[in-house]
């Protein structure tokens, strides 16, 4: 069984960071493309960011890009999500995702989840 936990999660005041953290067990971490995704309330789950489990290869939503940096230490099971600039806009739940598809950005191609870390963001 293959589990994610996050952590790093937060209130921060706008223009602020926060580095949030997701280490996975149960499995062969570096077998797996990792993503985060969030969600606000009243809102679905929407993609963040990805990172490939070979070459490390990125890919970002378009919101994110610039001020969100995910990174990925194989040897320690553990993804990051690096956020810089933070808008009030982040705020939501913030959730680490690990899949067997390269490139995915759909909620439906993620497996395996975390319960999720609130990041709140005040203007």
């Known amino acids: 069984q293959v589990q994610l936990v996050e952590s790093g999660g937060g209130l921060v005041q706008e223009g602020g960071s926060l580095r949030l953290s997701c280490i996975v067990s149960?499995?062969?971490?570096?077998?797996?493309?990792m993503g985060w995704f969030r969600q606000a309330p009243g809102k679905e789950r929407e993609f963040v960011a990805l990172i490939m489990r070979r070459f490390g290869s990125t890919d970002y939503a378009d919101s994110v890009k610039g001020r969100f940096t995910i990174s990925r230490d194989n040897s320690a099971n553990t993804v990051f999500l690096q956020m810089n600039n933070l808008r009030p806009e982040d705020t939501a739940v913030y959730y680490c995702?690990?899949?067997?598809?390269?490139?995915?950005?759909?909620?439906?191609?993620?497996?395996?989840w975390g319960q999720g870390t609130q990041v709140t963001v005040s203007s």
């Open positions: 149960g499995s062969a971490f570096s077998m797996y493309h």
């Open positions: 995702g690990a899949s067997s598809y390269s490139g995915a950005k759909e909620v439906g191609q993620y497996a395996y």
